[in-house]
């Protein structure tokens, strides 16, 4: 590989290596000292695997052409490997295959995880996603078969193009693959050799770059290096979920973990197309996915979507006028109560869906249960992460559920059934043992109730 990039140009190569390192595995070691912000590498845009590229491959480009709708660039660029790779003693593809042997033979990315190690983040949003992926992997090598492999048989052999193969294929280009924005809304994706031997620093800033000028990409220090030191480059802000299942690895205690939380409304619900409206102008969609993390554990933009969810048509106006002045409080006491009541339940519930609950879990990694670097370790440390910040999330509700009991003026009607709103006059009304502030005109009704009334509940009696 070496020689090949070097010949077409490369830059750099003789201050690297290739070594294996305890942490990341293989890496790349500097063989001179480097300054930061020195440029280290540069790969020539002619070695690189782009969409372009495989479209300009004189055997693969006319089948792509051919397929409609086009293939995704992730399936394009899969597609490339795997077709280089079957040009076996095609002396044209020789050079590109140089790369594709230094490629791992097999990956840890969460899609390959046994059934038995994928348990142990169950209830986690991994679990979802990676179940989620299977199925889609699947439909989409069924996709190429038919629209691609069975349409030329003379070069897609399915001993080369099986879905094992797909599934290497996609986890190099997941994971290998580099993104670069080059004009608005339009970015281009690649894989550059040797560069993609670079293992990731959370303590980096992006310390690579693409020059749409010349299409090379280039490698800066993204710090000092000593001779023998590993260089790193920065993924990006990645969680632990993402990071195992698009790169097979994980960052214990990871600042960037996050827990998406998606947060939808029924089309049936009263006010619907109102509150559409609203959701819109207040910069959110009807189904929002907001990522909760340790260090914002509870999003203005959670609380604000749930405002608008939970009015009634009284307070329209001012969730309106709080949109056009964009100074975003709580609507009323009640609204307030019932979003943080709703979200206390929902976020506990969550949290009792996880199959490993957090105590037991940190037990578990405190014992060594699950030996270090191994698929059920990494599951352990995403399970982990996503329970840390829904607790965060929890507490931050229950603390803000507190505060508006304790400052409200306007506690649930007294002369009302708080479930059924039969009023002190044609019912005799009982108030609620504990915290006395809600009445119910019988069982039946404090039983129907319980479930919305415990968050609030709890915070009404603290406040006693
Ligand atoms: C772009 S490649 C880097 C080279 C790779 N180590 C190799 O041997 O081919 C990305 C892969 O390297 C590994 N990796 C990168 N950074 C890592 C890190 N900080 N800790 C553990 N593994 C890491 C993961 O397996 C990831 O999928």
Not at 306 to 323: A, K, N, P, V
Request: charged letters at 25%; glycine letters at 6%.
């Amino acid at each position: 590989m070496d020689a090949w990039l070097n010949k077409s140009g490369a830059v750099g190569l003789d201050d690297l290596d290739l070594a294996d390192f305890p942490d990341t595995g293989r890496g790349v070691k500097a063989q001179r000292p480097f300054k930061e912000g020195e440029r280290i590498l540069t790969v020539p845009a002619n070695c690189l695997w782009t969409v372009k590229g495989a479209y300009a491959d004189p055997l693969l480009g006319p089948v792509l052409q051919s397929v409609q709708p086009p293939l995704s660039v992730e399936d394009t660029l899969a597609l490339y490997i795997l077709f280089v790779r079957s040009r076996e003693s095609d002396p044209a593809y020789a050079e590109r295959q140089s790369h594709v042997a230094v490629l791992p033979s097999e990956y840890t990315l969460s899609m390959f995880f046994t059934e038995e190690e994928l348990r142990v983040c169950a209830g986690s949003s991994l679990y979802t996603l990676t179940t989620h992926l299977r199925g889609r992997v699947g439909d989409d090598y069924k996709k190429l078969l038919t629209s691609v492999f069975m349409r030329h048989r003379d070069l897609f052999p399915l001993d080369n193009f099986s879905i094992q193969d797909y599934k290497w294929a996609l986890s190099s280009v997941w994971s290998r693959s580099m993104d670069f924005a080059i004009s608005e809304g339009n970015s281009v994706r690649l894989i550059a050799p040797f560069a993609d031997m670079l293992n990731h620093t959370p303590d980096a800033k992006q310390c690579h770059a693409y020059d749409l000028s010349t299409g090379n990409l280039s490698v800066l220090a993204c710090r000092d290096y000593q001779v023998g030191d590993q260089v790193f480059i920065y993924y990006g802000s990645i969680a632990n979920s993402r990071l195992l299942r698009l790169y097979g690895f994980v960052l214990p205690d990871n600042p960037n973990d996050n827990y998406e939380l998606v947060l939808q409304t029924s089309s049936m619900a009263p006010l619907y197309e109102q509150k559409k409206r609203l959701w819109k102008l207040a910069g959110l969609d009807e189904v929002s996915t907001i990522p909760l993390t340790l260090r914002t554990p509870l999003p203005d933009s959670v609380l604000r979507y749930l405002r608008i969810q939970r009015l009634d048509e009284s307070e329209l106006g001012t969730m309106t006028m709080q949109i056009a002045t964009e100074s975003y409080k709580k609507i009323s006491d009640e609204n307030e109560s019932q979003v943080l009541q709703f979200l206390s339940e929902s976020i506990g519930a969550l949290l009792k869906g996880f199959e490993i609950p957090l105590e037991k879990l940190e037990v578990q990694l405190a014992e060594g249960l699950y030996s270090p670097g191994s698929n059920a370790w990494a599951a352990a440390h995403v399970c982990l992460g996503e329970q840390r910040v829904l607790k965060a999330a929890k507490e931050k509700t229950d603390a803000l559920l507190a505060s508006v009991a304790n400052g409200s003026a306007s506690l649930p009607p007294t002369k009302q059934c708080a479930n059924c709103n039969k009023d002190s006059e044609t019912a005799r009304l009982l108030a609620c043992g504990k915290c006395r502030a809600v009445k119910y005109c019988g069982r039946e009704c404090q039983v129907a109730h319980f479930k919305e009334h415990k968050a609030l509940c709890h915070s009404l009696s603290i406040r006693k």
